[in-house]
């Protein structure tokens, strides 16, 4: 990942957000928007970035504005991985932050997490809480501490912590934490990862409020996409051997794993995935929701009862 020094001629709180997009201009848009919104002293610009498809320099603006937008195309690894790392080489403030394009950023998101910087020793990063956007009816999803760190996220993956609610200093990205995996199948869980390795760095302050609006809709680039999600997260343990320490954790992944492949008809598979649930931790909720779809339950009504609840697989 290049930098350019940048860092060091603008503003201390100053940010760049970065949008990775693929042919979704209404929800671009209004992605934008609330962005666009937000109250902010220091220096804030949007870098929007096409992943596979062509860029749409309408949504450009003069330099000199603020928030500045500016558009360019994924010339890393193709994928949300590589279009997050293609828009962070770009960014050119202090802070970096992220918002998908189909999410929304509420009122008075940035300024909440500054003072929960503020408030935590050490942080170099912030997260909000959220509202799930399922059918019209909004579920809020919460963090249950002022400060996350390594072990919290090993225990559990915390989906509240989302990642457009995300916000980290840029040079402790750049320098320490490092890039977005590329390597992850379909950049699936890149979010967890990066969470994992950056709390491995330093301090993650949280401001507790609703700040962001995730909108779930069978249009999401991972929705039924079972066997990318199983082979990720087979990556994702196999990076962090400290997974075993945490049976809880160990156990959650797994239990994905173990609806993923009940839905690819791997029924045998994912028996065996429920066994070794039931000997990590025999009330993970998601082993009964495997047996479930490997009896016949179709996995889309599986999914959909669980958006429902504001809750994802």
């Not at 997009?21 to 929800?27: F, G, Q, V």
């Not at 029924?267 to 009896?295: C, S």
Request: glycine letters at 8%; one cysteine or more; hydrophobic letters at 40%.
């Amino acid at each position: 990942m290049s930098v350019d020094g940048g860092a060091e001629r603008v503003g201390p709180r100053s940010v760049s957000v970065v949008i990775a997009t693929r042919d979704r201009p209404e929800l671009l848009r209004r992605a934008i928007d609330g962005i666009r919104a937000q109250r902010h002293d220091d220096d804030v610009e949007i870098i929007v970035v096409f992943d596979r498809s062509e860029p749409d320099r309408s949504l450009e603006t003069e330099p000199g504005q603020s928030p500045r937008i500016v558009v360019t195309g994924n010339d890393r690894t193709p994928g949300l991985a590589g279009a997050r790392n293609s828009g962070i080489d770009k960014a050119a403030n202090a802070w970096i932050a992220f918002c998908d394009d189909d999410d929304e950023w509420l009122p008075g998101k940035l300024q909440a997490q500054f003072d929960a910087v503020d408030a935590t020793p050490g942080a170099i990063a912030a997260c909000t809480g959220v509202l799930i956007r399922y059918r019209d009816v909004d579920t809020p999803r919460l963090p249950r501490a002022d400060r996350l760190g390594f072990d919290d996220f090993l225990r559990d993956r915390m989906t509240e912590v989302h990642p457009s609610s995300w916000l980290v200093r840029r040079q402790s990205l750049v320098d320490d934490i490092g890039p977005v995996d590329e390597d992850l199948p379909g950049s699936y869980g890149e979010d967890y990862d990066l969470l994992l390795r950056t709390a491995r760095v330093g301090a993650i302050a949280v401001a507790p409020q609703p700040l962001i609006r995730v909108w779930w809709h069978g249009g999401s680039y991972f929705f039924e996409r079972w066997k990318t999600i199983d082979d990720a997260l087979d990556h994702l343990v196999d990076k962090y051997p400290e997974l075993h320490r945490h049976p809880d954790g160990l156990a959650r992944i797994r239990g994905q794993q173990a609806v993923a492949r009940a839905a690819m008809g791997q029924r045998r598979r994912a028996l065996v995935t429920v066994g070794q649930i039931l000997r990590l931790r025999p009330t993970e909720k998601r082993w009964p929701l495997a047996l479930a779809v490997a009896a016949g339950l179709p996995a889309d009504r599986a999914l959909a009862w669980a958006h429902r609840l504001g809750r994802g697989i």
